[in-house]
Each structure stands twice: as C-alpha cells, then as structure tokens.
C-alpha cells in the first residue's frame, strides 16, 4: 500500500528556513515524479516543486524560485523541500504527491496523481 507521510512544518518567523519531509513507504520513490503542494486559506491548491519521471529534472512555482529546494534521499525512500527566506506568503499546508505514469514534472495540482500524503502546516508569522 502507497503511503506518504509528510513532516517538518511548524511555525517560523519570516526570514526562517524549514525543512519538509516526504517519507515513501510501499513503493520506491525514485520510480515516481514527486511533486509538492501547497493550499493556503481560502485559495486554491498549488504547486511549489516537483521532479520529473526519467531525468528528474526539477521545477518550482516562480514564487519560491531561489528560496526553495526540492531534493531526494533514494536510501531513506524520502523527498525534501528545503524552504529558505520564508515570507507570510508561503503559510499554507503543504503537501506531497507522487505519480508513476506520464513524462511531464507535476506541477498541476488537478493533474491525477498515485496518491497524496496528509499535508504539513507552515505558519510564517511575526
């Protein structure tokens, strides 16, 4: 059974790092495109990051790009999102997916996905 479980999240200060955890258990990660997420209140799901089927490329939302990180540890079967210069804006819960079939890097978040793991909060506040 695919199961996902995200950690990490809390409340910081802006300016903060975090660091988000996505354990795989189930399956080998390294097998699926990874993508997060993140919904904040009253707004619709968006993407932050992902890594692509095949080469593995990454990709980040233009919001988070040069502050966020995405990367894997294939030995602990876990993907990261290394969050740096965290702003109010970036308060949400944040979540991880997986997908096994298609080429593209999973930024859409209607885009059907293998599964999805429970969310994180993130709180940046003063």
């Known amino acids: 059974q695919l199961q996902l479980a995200e950690s990490g999240g809390g409340l910081v200060q802006p300016g903060a790092s975090l660091r988000l955890s996505c354990a795989a258990s189930g399956f080998t990660l390294d097998d699926y495109a990874i993508g997060w997420f993140r919904q904040a209140p009253g707004k619709e799901r968006e993407g932050v990051a992902c890594i692509s089927n095949g080469d593995r490329s990454t990709n980040y939302a233009d919001s988070v790009k040069g502050r966020f990180t995405i990367s894997m540890d294939n030995a602990k079967n876990t993907v990261y999102l290394q969050m740096n210069s965290l702003k109010s804006e970036d308060t949400a819960v944040y979540s991880c997916?997986?997908?096994?079939?298609?080429?593209?890097?999973?930024?859409?978040?209607?885009?059907?996905?293998?599964?999805w793991g429970q969310g994180t909060l993130v709180t940046v506040s003063s």
């Open positions: 997916a997986v997908r096994s079939f298609g080429f593209t890097c999973p930024m859409n978040p209607r885009t059907p996905m293998n599964k």
